[in-house]
């Protein structure tokens, strides 16, 4: 089968992008780095504690027409018709348009965007758009909205996966409720497995649907410039949205622009262009004028992509040694009413995570009417590891074993996911016995059973896991420029969206170049200006980028010590780079500043290029975790505290060890989030409408919800066979296992299992109060 | 992005109480509840009056018979940090320090606290409900996670505030000022269950503006404390909440209120609890016979069974912290 | 810190003495409660003011010490007067609802919600946005900590936890892990940099004292 991966980031009917091959240069593995791994500030911080960073929604353009779009107030409803009248003759109001009205309809289909018309007349999930204006403040822009009068055909809905095929179900799309036949992966044999283990378990799990919800709103700012549009979108990746506003506008790639200097989080939801992109696009275009869309909370929680929702069932054997035998999973989950990925990767983590020769596995994806799936961080894998993890902690419990030595009894070496290709590295074993001993598992487990029985429990919990992706890989160019005067440019099409690309990339350079990372100056994600780049998601980036910006600094490291070489007469061999000087080593040791190179002067610059060389072939490159917390539980309230995290964790090298822990807490706070306070709220019973679209009742973590204490433990492995920086991602790994360590920890307390998510009072209470016998 | 509206910022209460007289009126002291209901198009508003100039509605002022007198503009900040509060009336400053966020307990009042319109998610979205004038409530059969177990009749909402159940332990009166002059109501009369009527939160007419709130000389032994449960930990309303101010003699209580938040449409005052207590030593064995009696009565919906045990959890606890205080 | 703020409040009970209706004396709610009412009473002359919805007026902001002035209309949000129309863009907004914190600035020395605060009722306040921290191009010392302990990641709720950070040490200048906690915990972010941003606000604190070479 092929990377399962490619289906979630990588260009529909291509296999994997390639870019030419690299230069032959010398690229070794790095040794003992002086930059690079360095727990170092970002190059950007300035900018974005200052307030200077300018965001797509603090852009301000001559003439700027503000844009908002009207949204179907109905879960499943036919557009009958829409007047527009009245909005169009309010002053201030400059376009309004809707399906009925001519440019809309002046649009190519594009399966990934837009699967009929930019403004549906079948609204098949609440928030579909209906019709949209532009005005000159937005203020006026929701006046203009508010009298916009559209007739529905409200039909009937179903907003419940778990309901949805049931025969009297109402059908989302002609054709069933059932997005495409089950999914089956089998290896083994499953019965045989069972028969061989001492213990078989089985349990259900359910996680709740989790909505990006970025701090940024979605949106972008549109202006044409004759026949070319320029667009600064906040989103992971400029060159996917070029792609995709081009082909829906019809226009070439040329002639539509994309720039996204500073966003505020995507975590996968700003991976492509938005019917907001083409809708921006479309008023910009028939008002003469630019025109800044940003969406509101309610949309972006609506309408633009969420993590779906999943309902597991896992029967695990496993041998009172702690092998297992026999793993079988089955899973439904909804991409809403698009074809969105609702089951995408659910399986991957019974299929790879731990060695079992006997596996099975069955996921069903179903339409809902409810708003569409996009990747979301680690897509699937955080739903088969609450499942998975949870499973090991009770086989762990049933035959005696602690779940720490569960996990080190099944490490695998090679994907059996991928007809066992091995791994480059497997980080999983040091991450589970370094993290143990850091954590001081033992030891904590030892205190909490001499505890005395207060209603305030403590308990500790493990999960582990891994992520499909985070090896990277072609295409990339990146080209690194250095100046007259020994100054020096990257040039990159990468998005930073908020991991510290930039940092990271500056610091390659810097190590190479021998100069300090803020002195390099960063052209970044712009179509018009940077170089390609896949969109910055799958944490791939830094193992992407990393290498193509090495080899571009390595390129124009050569091609400046050759230079040199001609002035000062020496082997270009013996030169290297130090402190802004060609450095010549050897019996006569000589120096020149950089800035002195006369033939330097007269070409103005040196540039070098760097294209992100193949992955190694046969072998899996993936990112491992282990991650243990403790947590304290009023048992008579259901109130969980969280005390303490710690995430181990196998990314291969840490190229920046400040951003590289940002990123742990970061997910580690975000599985916390998903294991505890988030979930969307459908009214599945009567109207079918989210119940929670804003951020009060869409409960994020806050700063009380997450532990002060966290430790964040690289297992630096530096996988040499990766790539050339050796580093693989983290953004992903860091939140996979959060919520069921958590989950674990609860149930080490207390005694009581949740299967669901999020666990709040409204869940443990009364399994607390059920478990003691109460009604 | 708010509808439009006029707007007075009145420079006497009596101009306030002119201005609110005209259809459609609303009153603006902290801004956070009313700019919230505004966006979200809960109700209509041609006309925003602001008593925010008006410094005499602000500050907390101890009153002769030993009591204080906290006005209405008072910031729920300033009252979680007033040392007269925390030393009289240690409930109330906890409850107050428990509410929403800080930026919102700097924004926000007592008086816009104790009058907060519902947290209902059907009330605040794009649902025509009972308490907006439509004929369904849809927490009866929808989603009801967060809604009451106690005093539901036709809606099922449950009060959001933490300081009036805070005040209505504490036996505090609201000051009213209208065009009839003053009036003083006991908070336990203030607020309005559904089945009184469900289109109303207080007594309050629509010309009527809350000035200060009175809390009674704490009597002798009394002591109060509120606390309450949430699904995060911060900027969030109470799954449960209990708000005790209990008098003691010894180890004896021989007085006092019991007020569950979270629970009703309005600040529960639960006398199973008081009559369970009052005149009682508290031990455990009466703290869970409190706690399952103040649940004697409760009805849950199809999602916040959850309540049930949670109230008697949290109550339990929280009679015997303050028995051991 | 509670011990000097508990003082101060008293000695406000004693001196300002303001009373009303003769039957109360004042035991003070804190400095700013002061300051206002000493503002307002040169205030009280002022006539009523109307503002009509259609129509754009003409009110004064005191914005990072400037006083500017601005048509607006009176639904008009601090925070959208203050990106759309004085260009202030350091402040984000997030929910437009006083529910993320990305929008916080400094009013009277409090952080507020500038998204759930009309224009025209900050008027006779003092605002305080993310630029107002800057001492011309350098960072204010909150702003440096948040660099130096990375506290962000995308950045966009950072003004917002710095201006928190900000009203939080005016004060609290010592405040505990616990109240650093309570302190930014109307500020949501998603990038989950919850942790740094404690131990920028526990370096602002030192930075703002002199500790690291900084005043």
């Known amino acids: 089968m092929n990377d399962p991966k490619e289906a979630l980031y990588y260009i529909d009917g291509v296999d994997v992008p390639e870019t030419p091959p690299a230069r032959d240069l010398d690229q070794e593995p790095w040794g003992e780095t002086t930059v690079v791994g360095k727990p170092l500030p970002r190059v950007d911080g300035y900018e974005r504690v200052s307030g200077t960073a300018v965001y797509p929604a603090d852009m301000s353009l001559p003439r700027m027409l503000y844009g908002a779009i009207l949204r179907c107030p109905h879960p499943n409803a036919v557009v009958r018709s829409v007047d527009t009248s009245a909005a169009a003759a309010m002053s201030g109001v400059h376009v309004v348009m809707s399906g009925f009205t001519p440019s809309s309809r002046a649009l190519q289909a594009h399966r990934q965007l837009i699967e009929s018309n930019l403004f549906n007349p079948h609204c098949r999930h609440e928030g579909e758009t209906v019709a949209a204006v532009a005005a000159d403040n937005p203020y006026r822009a929701q006046d203009a909205l508010r009298a916009i009068t559209v007739e529905y055909d409200v039909l009937p809905f179903v907003a419940d996966e778990r309901r949805a095929l049931e025969p009297d179900a109402p059908q989302v799309r002609e054709g069933g409720n059932q997005v495409s036949d089950t999914q089956q992966y089998q290896r083994g044999d499953i019965e045989q497995g069972f028969v061989e283990a001492d213990v078989v378990l089985e349990e259900d799990y359910r996680c709740e649907c989790e909505i990006h919800t970025p701090m940024e709103l979605h949106g972008c700012v549109a202006q044409w410039d004759g026949d070319s549009l320029t667009l600064w979108e906040s989103t992971q990746g400029v060159y996917n949205v070029q792609a995709q506003a081009a082909a829906a506008l019809g226009v070439p790639l040329s002639k539509v622009r994309v720039v996204n200097r500073y966003m505020g989080g995507g975590f996968g939801s700003k991976l492509a262009a938005g019917k907001y992109t083409v809708i921006a696009a479309l008023l910009a275009k028939e008002a003469a004028r630019p025109v800044k869309l940003v969406l509101t909370r309610e949309e972006t929680l609506l309408a633009v992509g969420n993590r779906p929702p999943s309902n597991m069932h896992l029967k695990v054997g496993v041998k009172r040694d702690g092998t297992l035998t026999a793993i079988q999973f089955t899973g439904t989950g909804t991409g809403g009413s698009q074809q969105a990925g609702g089951t995408s990767l659910l399986d991957w983590i019974v299929r790879d995570l731990y060695v079992c020769p006997n596996v099975r596995t069955e996921t069903t994806d179903i339409y809902i009417n409810a708003g569409p799936a996009r990747p979301f961080r680690a897509p699937g894998h955080p739903q088969c590891s609450w499942a998975l993890e949870q499973m090991m902690d009770a086989l762990a419990q049933a035959i005696d074993m602690d779940p720490v030595e569960l996990r080190l009894r099944n490490i695998p070496t090679v994907s059996q996911g991928r007809n066992n290709i091995p791994y480059t590295t497997t980080g999983l074993r040091a991450c589970l016995e370094e993290g143990a001993r850091s954590f001081e598992w033992q030891q904590t487990k030892d205190a909490i059973t001499t505890e005395s029985d207060s209603h305030i429990r403590r308990g500790i919990g493990v999960a582990s896991g891994l992520w499909v992706a985070g090896g990277g890989g072609p295409p990339s160019t990146a080209i690194v420029k250095i100046y007259a005067d020994g100054s020096v440019n990257l040039n990159m099409g990468a998005s930073d969206i908020g991991t510290g690309t930039k940092t990271v990339m500056a610091m390659v350079v810097a190590e190479e170049l021998a100069i300090a990372p803020g002195d390099v100056q960063i052209e970044w994600a712009d179509t018009g200006s940077t170089q390609y780049a896949t969109g910055s998601g799958g944490s791939k980036t830094v193992p992407t980028e990393s290498p193509a910006v090495r080899a571009a600094a390595i390129d124009v490291k050569a091609q400046l010590l050759e230079l040199a070489a001609g002035e000062m007469e020496v082997d270009a061999s013996l030169l290297s780079l130090a402190d802004g000087k060609v450095v010549a080593g050897g019996d006569s040791p000589k120096e020149v500043e950089i800035s002195a190179l006369r033939s330097l002067r007269r070409r103005g610059s040196v540039t070098g290029i760097g294209y992100r060389g193949p992955n190694p072939s046969g072998k899996a490159v993936n990112p491992f975790v282990a991650q243990f917390c403790e947590v304290e539980v009023n048992t008579r309230t259901g109130e969980v505290n969280i005390l303490r995290f710690l995430g181990a964790h196998d990314s291969g090298r840490v190229l920046n060890l400040l951003t590289y822990r940002n990123q742990v807490f970061g997910g580690i706070t975000m599985g916390i989030g998903y294991g505890m306070t988030e979930q969307r709220v459908l009214d599945v019973d009567q109207t079918g409408k989210m119940a929670n679209k804003n951020w009060h009742d869409y409960k994020l973590p806050t700063a009380l919800d997450v532990p002060a204490d966290m430790t964040c433990l690289p297992i630096d492995l530096n996988d040499t066979e990766a790539n050339t920086t050796g580093a693989k991602g983290i953004g992903e790994p860091a939140t996979i296992p959060t919520a069921p360590a958590v989950a674990n920890a609860i149930y080490n307390a207390t005694g009581v299992r949740v299967t669901g998510t999020p666990i709040d009072p409204t869940k443990l209470v009364s399994a607390l109060a059920a478990a003691r016998g109460e009604d | 992005m708010i509808p439009e509206f006029n707007y007075v910022r009145a420079q006497s209460l009596t101009e306030a109480q002119q201005q609110l007289s005209t259809d459609g009126a609303r009153v603006c002291a902290g801004g956070s509840d009313l700019l919230g209901c505004l966006r979200d198009e809960v109700f209509d508003c041609s006309k925003v009056v602001s008593v925010t100039g008006l410094d005499e509605l602000r500050g907390i002022t101890r009153s002769r018979d030993g009591g204080v007198n906290i006005g209405a503009l008072t910031t729920i900040a300033e009252l979680a940090a007033n040392s007269t509060v925390q030393e009289l009336y240690p409930g109330l400053a906890q409850a107050a320090a428990e509410v929403a966020s800080p930026q919102l307990r700097n924004q926000g009042t007592i008086g816009g606290n104790i009058c907060q319109k519902p947290r209902c998610w059907y009330y605040r979205g794009e649902f025509e409900c009972l308490r907006k004038g439509g004929d369904t409530c849809y927490a009866m059969a929808g989603e009801n996670q967060y809604h009451c177990i106690l005093g539901g009749y036709r809606c099922y909402i449950v009060h959001p505030s933490d300081t009036a159940p805070a005040l209505l332990a504490l036996n505090a009166s609201v000051q009213i000022a209208g065009p009839r002059g003053e009036r003083v109501v006991p908070i336990e009369d203030f607020h309005v269950a559904p089945r009184d009527d469900v289109q109303r939160e207080t007594v309050l007419e629509d010309n009527e503006i809350v000035v200060a709130i009175s809390i009674p000389q704490p009597a002798s032994g009394l002591r109060s404390s509120y606390r309450k449960v949430r699904a995060r930990g911060s900027w969030d309303f109470a799954l449960a909440g209990v708000a005790l101010a209990l008098a003691f003699d010894a180890d004896r209580v021989t007085g006092g209120r019991v007020v569950l938040s979270g629970a009703a449409p309005i600040p529960w005052r639960s006398r199973e609890v008081e009559n369970t207590i009052i005149g009682q030593r508290i031990d455990a064995t009466l703290a869970r016979e409190a706690a399952d009696a103040a649940m004697s009565e409760a009805a849950a919906l199809k999602n916040n069974g959850y309540k049930i045990p949670l109230f008697k959890g949290v109550i339990e606890e929280q009679l015997l912290a303050i028995a051991s205080a | ?215």
């Open chain 3, 1 to 215: 810190m509670a011990h000097d703020r508990r003082d101060h409040d008293e000695k406000a009970a004693d001196t300002s003495g303001i009373s009303r209706r003769g039957f109360i004396s004042r035991v003070g709610a804190g400095a700013a409660v002061v300051a206002v009412a000493s503002k307002a009473s040169a205030e009280s002359a002022k006539p009523t003011e109307t503002m009509q919805a259609t129509e754009l007026s003409r009110i004064t902001l005191t914005v990072n010490g400037q006083q500017r002035q601005v048509l607006v209309e009176p639904r008009w949000t601090l925070s959208h007067v203050l990106r759309e129309e004085l260009g202030l863009t350091g402040t984000k907004v997030g929910c437009e609802r006083g529910e993320c914190g990305a929008c916080t600035v400094l009013i009277d020395g409090k952080p507020r919600y500038s998204c759930m605060t009309l224009a025209v009722e900050a008027q006779d306040a003092d605002i305080v946005t993310v630029e107002g921290l800057m001492d011309g191009e350098d960072l204010g010392p909150t702003q440096e900590a948040f660099v130096e302990k990375d506290a962000f990641q995308c950045g966009y709720c950072t003004s917002g936890q710095i201006l928190a950070v900000e009203g939080m040490l005016g004060d609290n200048p010592n405040p505990s892990l616990d109240e650093i906690r309570i302190g930014v915990s109307g500020n949501l972010c998603r990038c989950g940099a919850y942790v740094h941003i404690f131990q920028a606000a526990q370096r602002a604190a030192e930075l703002k004292q002199g500790v690291g070479g900084e005043s």
